[in-house]
């Protein structure tokens, strides 16, 4: 008895954990760093994608067929040939070839792993039990922040990388730039179709435009934190006790808790007029450095505020 009561507490203290939380630790997230920037990357594509084809069908020039169904090289043969596609379409194109989306990552991502062991050990003596309590206890937390930024050119995203491999040779069900996920929001669609045809309705018609006569830009800040936790309390009691000394009562709690915290800023802007490609490159990259900063200075002034508060609300 004694043996099975140490080899309970040894697991109790030595039960493992993430040593460094990712995001692919989550049940159910099917999706490493990788797959979730091409996954968004390749909504970002369908985006743009979903803008051009309305426009082509505004101008009764055909229809794109849907994801998945496209057949290779349609978008490097509609870009090599788009002076077919009359002069007001053949601008459009090219007043976006050298637009930029940058997008901003950062996974903040915290697990705690606590156990608690207890056992009392006792025996019968002439008028009653004699025991002892023991306790065990380890609380373990990781953390773990990835931050890294990313940019695509809208023409680029759309000709160059091919849709097969790049997209649809990833997907399992065929749907996956417009399926969302509830449980881990990050690796599901973000409706980036909204944001990206604002941008684009706001430079063709709602005369969007840039600080101190930069080029326009339009930037979200999209945030998701999810919490996964649980808990398990076994436990097992002997009665009546011998007259050795033996485990009475033992049991075991067990708490996991994990939070992941996912943010992406993304940066839409189109490049200065009249200027070369890198001066413009140049220009566009400064620009969403500001749009970024801005947006975490916004997003530090909300937790601020936050803070402030649950602080009032306290001291009610």
Same mark, same amino acid.
């Given at each position: ?6 080899a ?5 203290l ?19 760093t990788?797959? =979730? #920037?091409?996954? /968004?990357r &390749? ?5 743009? =994608?979903?803008?051009i084809?309305r426009?082509? #069908? *505004? ?5 794109i067929?849907p ?14 040939q ?9 601008k #459009? ?28 050990v ?6 009653g039990?004699?025991? /002892?309590?023991?306790?065990?206890e ?10 890294f930024?990313?940019s ?5 995203? $759309? ?7 790049f &997209? ?10 417009y399926?969302?996920n509830? !449980?881990?929001? /990050? ?5 980036? @179709?909204?944001?990206?045809?604002t941008f684009?309705d ?8 840039g ?15 999810t919490?996964?936790s ?7 009691e002997?009665?009546p ?5 033996? $485990? @009475?009562? *033992?049991? =075991?709690?067990?708490?996991? !808790?994990?939070?992941d915290?996912h943010?992406?800023? =993304?940066v ?7 200027t070369?490609?890198? #001066?413009?490159r140049?220009?566009?990259?400064e620009i @969403? ?8 200075v916004?997003?530090?002034n ?6 402030a508060?649950?602080?009032r609300?306290?001291?009610?």
């Amino acid at each position: 008895m004694r043996r099975l009561f140490f080899a309970f507490l040894v697991f109790a203290l030595t039960g493992g954990c993430s040593i460094r939380p990712l995001p692919q630790d989550v049940a159910g997230a099917k999706y490493d760093t990788w797959d =979730i #920037v091409r996954r /968004i990357r &390749c909504e970002m594509r369908e985006a743009i =994608i979903t803008y051009i084809d309305r426009a082509l #069908v *505004a101008r009764n020039l055909g229809h794109i067929p849907p994801f998945g169904q496209r057949r290779p090289g349609l978008f490097k043969e509609m870009y090599d040939q788009r002076d077919k596609l009359g002069p007001d379409m053949k601008k #459009v194109i090219e007043r976006y070839d050298g637009a930029l989306i940058t997008y901003d990552f950062t996974f903040d991502i915290t697990e705690n792993n606590n156990l608690l062991a207890t056992a009392n050990v006792g025996k019968a003596i002439t008028r009653g039990t004699f025991g /002892i309590s023991l306790t065990g206890e380890n609380n373990r937390e990781r953390h773990n922040t990835r931050t890294f930024r990313i940019s695509d050119n809208f023409i680029k995203l $759309v000709v160059e990388k091919d849709e097969q491999d790049f &997209c649809v040779k990833w997907d399992i069900r065929k749907q996956d730039v417009y399926a969302a996920n509830y !449980i881990y929001p /990050i690796t599901g669609n973000l409706n980036l @179709a909204e944001m990206t045809g604002t941008f684009l309705d706001l430079n063709q018609s709602g005369n969007l435009t840039g600080k101190d006569n930069t080029p326009p830009a339009l930037s979200d800040n999209i945030q998701f934190v999810t919490r996964f936790s649980g808990s398990i309390n076994p436990a097992f009691e002997i009665s009546p006790l011998g007259s050795n000394f033996e $485990v @009475a009562r *033992a049991g =075991i709690t067990a708490t996991g !808790i994990r939070e992941d915290k996912h943010s992406v800023i =993304i940066v839409l802007t189109l490049p200065p007029e009249n200027t070369s490609k890198a #001066v413009a490159r140049n220009s566009q990259i400064e620009i @969403a450095e500001e749009h970024i900063a801005r947006q975490r200075v916004i997003k530090q002034n909300s937790d601020l505020g936050d803070i402030a508060r649950e602080l009032r609300g306290v001291g009610r």
